[in-house]
């Protein structure tokens, strides 16, 4: 009995809740929510007028207006009941596009971070002058002592950047994209380290910067023709994406060029490397455009450029990957290729076996530095000496594209080789382990099926990724199709009649593969199923072997 009166009690007691809470029609149900460190309950209410969403406890949540200037109120009235304003909390007017401007009045005493972020046509944030917690300079949202920067709006029209001398740091959420900003004035107090609040200035926050300059007294950065480096120009940090110069010369005191250094720096078409560069990072010429480096465009220029700037460039091939120039040179390399190994009349075997002989004789393997970035891209193989397999795979997938090959580059855990469709057939292929270093590459990991594979060769378990930066090049095939759908190399060696099984009926068939290719073989004719031995021809030997498995 008492616990059945104790389940009637509860189910009144919801009851009598959710009258009230439907009686209250502009009022939400009980809300809990992080503020400044500590948990509070606050009941989120809707404003008479139907713009703002805020608590009881004078907290605006969320504007829900579509005026384009926009006052923080002092007052709001719900339900008849007016509750003053102080406080603004976290999103309140997250991803607003219609304001462009807002003005805080002095009862505003708190605005927690991120309270005006993705609002990107607001222009300026104006504050009374008798707030005693915030001002704005030109629009710009400061605390009273002008120490910390809150908020720079997104649209704001100012062109340069800059900072009162009482500056300090940057709050958390200060700054997004600034596409008003031409000059950036890096002040004195900046450091740049990682976890310092100071470090807040990104290459993507300003798309269309044209100068850099650093307050005299900066312990950490220097600027140069408007080029931020650090304070002996051993580092260079921050090329202004919009300079209009289209050749830069990179001065002979640097020696590291920095993560997205030159991010979008569109105008530049030629960079000139010095020769005491030792690191370039992969990702510095992001969104560039080059189309030379050193004034090197050509394939001859680029065989006898005998110079140190030549061992900079290969030391840093990944960071060029995808530069215009780089391309060209691959795409150059490639045609040469083709044109030397590759001779009229070849049937598709004698042109991939060709181009195999060309892979393994360019470069050799780089067992000193497996993991470096230049080793594992597209370029590896074509314009340095050295690579390692991923170089191998991605280079003759290229090389397979060019000559109408279907392939992709595979992989497993700590190796990467291809697979390449011939005459219907998916086999695989593995230039890494075939370099012998001789003058013609081996064939035992060449024109190989699953099967044959399994007891010399690991598995692959899906696509090496970097193929699929293929579709770069002028004749390169969009190798996506496979990453869900892995090739299967699993056809049988000798089953001409293709029923699964070797047998009698397949001897009879070679027989006359083995009359066809006697013929027809100066014309191009070749049957993969039917070379046993896989030494690109079709003849008694592989009569002979055929006829010893089945029997």
Known sequence: ????????????????????????????????????????????????????????????YIYTGSETEVTLPEQLTSNGVTYNISKVTKFALLKNTTVTKINIGDNITFIADGSFMQMPNLEAIEVSETNTNYCDINGILYNKAQTILLRFPQKNPAQTMEF????IKCDDDALEIC?????????????????????IFSQRMFPNLTTIEVEQGNANFSSESGILYNADKTKLAWYPPKKADTDFTIPNSVTTIECNAFLNAVNLQNINLSANITDIDIFAFTGCNLTSLNSITTRADYVNWNSPLKTVFQDNLAAFNTQPFSISLVEQEIQYAVDTYIEAGMSDYQKIYALYNYATNKVTYDSADMYAPENHCMSSLFLGNQTVCEGYALAMSLLLDKIGIPNCAVLNYNHAWDVLKLNDVWLLIDATWDDNDTEMAGKTYFLRTAAEYAPIHPAYTGICSSCLVSTNYSFGVDKSEYIDNLPVCDAII??????????????????????????????????????????????????NLLYEMVN
Do not use: H
């Open 1 to 60: 009995m008492k616990v059945l009166s104790k389940k009637f009690r509860f189910v009144l007691f919801s009851a009598i809740v959710l009258v009230v809470a439907g009686c209250l029609n502009n009022t939400s149900l009980l809300r809990f929510y992080n503020y400044a460190d500590k948990v509070f309950a606050a009941t989120i209410i809707v404003s008479e007028d139907g713009k703002w969403k805020f608590s009881t406890d004078g907290e605006l």
């Open 164 to 167: 009162p001398d009482s500056f």
């Open 179 to 199: 596409p008003n900003i031409q000059t950036l004035v890096i002040p004195a107090i900046y450091t740049g380290e990682e976890g310092d609040q100071t470090c």
């Open 494 to 543: 000798g089953d001409l009649n293709m029923d699964g099984v070797l047998d009698s009926m397949d001897i009879n068939c070679m027989g006359n593969e083995v009359q066809a290719y006697a013929r027809y073989y100066q014309f191009g004719y070749y049957n993969v199923r039917a070379d046993m031995n896989r030494d690109g021809a079709i003849n008694q030997d592989d009569y």
